[in-house]
């Protein structure tokens, strides 16, 4: 019974790689590449983790891959965002069936600033700018 477990846990494991490998070969650009890369890539390293501690049934093994997985869980999205937020940045083109641009509005590309749209309200925790010369005070 175990033995099936893990073999649907690895084949399981190796679906969701090869699904993430055929995403960044066909999917048109950066942003659709990387969140077929981090999401069907990070679940087939956590179906491979899962097979790897059915496997070999040890507590020091489980301990490791859950561990591994832990890992892949916190770093994976952050990855992805900081990938597509760098990709945005440096110019890179969307696929023309993209609907959707929410950065467009709040992001300069002289200056490379990113506002967020909440600037000049209340809720702002941006510091008012500090006076030019001691005459403005």
Do not use: C, Q
């Amino acid at each position: 019974m175990i033995d099936i477990i893990i073999s649907i846990l690895l084949l399981a494991g190796a679906s969701f790689m090869l699904l993430a490998a055929i995403g960044i070969l066909r999917l048109p650009d950066l942003p659709t590449r990387m969140h077929a890369s981090t999401k069907a890539g990070a679940m087939g390293a956590m179906f491979t983790m899962g097979g790897v501690a059915f496997y070999f049934g040890d507590s020091v093994v489980f301990a490791r891959a859950f561990a591994i997985v832990v890992f892949i869980l916190i770093t994976s999205p952050i990855a992805a965002h900081v990938i597509g937020r760098a990709g945005y940045f440096t110019g890179t083109t969307l696929w023309d069936g993209t609907v959707k641009d929410e950065l467009r509005e709040n992001y300069d590309p002289d200056t490379h600033k990113l506002s967020s749209g909440y600037e000049g309200s209340p809720e702002s925790v941006t510091p008012p700018p500090e006076p030019e010369s001691p005459e403005d005070r």
